[in-house]
Nanobody, 127 residues
């Protein structure tokens, strides 16, 4: 049974940093694409960053590119999201997601392309 458990959320001031983690279990982690999504109240779920199984390809949404970095440790079955220079508009529930995808491109940031989801971790950025 696939399990994804996020951690690392919290409250920070604008300009601060947080590092999210997602511990995966129940499947062959190294074979799956992994991604981070976020959803703020009243808004649609948004793809933030995604990474290919071997870490050779990453993709980011325009709103976080240059500030966030996605990485994975296949030996530890863990996904990370380093978030720097946080802004109030980054406040949201952050979810990690997994699935077997093919190819590289914008589809890696589509929520409908991912079957497995964690419960989320809250990030709140104050101005």
């Amino acid at each position: 049974q696939v399990q994804l458990v996020e951690s690392g959320g919290g409250s920070v001031q604008a300009g601060g940093s947080l590092r999210l983690s997602c511990a995966a279990s129940g499947y062959t982690y190294s074979s799956f694409y992994m991604a981070w999504f976020r959803q703020a109240p009243g808004k649609e779920r948004e793809g933030v960053a995604s990474i290919s199984p071997g870490s050779g390809y990453t993709i980011y949404s325009g709103s976080v590119k240059g500030r966030f970095k996605i990485s994975r440790d296949n030996a530890e079955n863990t996904l990370y999201l380093q978030m720097n220079n946080l802004k109030p508009e980054d406040s949201a529930m952050y979810y990690c997601a997994a699935d077997r995808l093919e190819g590289y491109g914008p589809h890696m940031l589509r929520s409908t392309a991912h079957t497995y989801w964690g419960q989320g971790t809250q990030v709140t950025v104050s101005s």
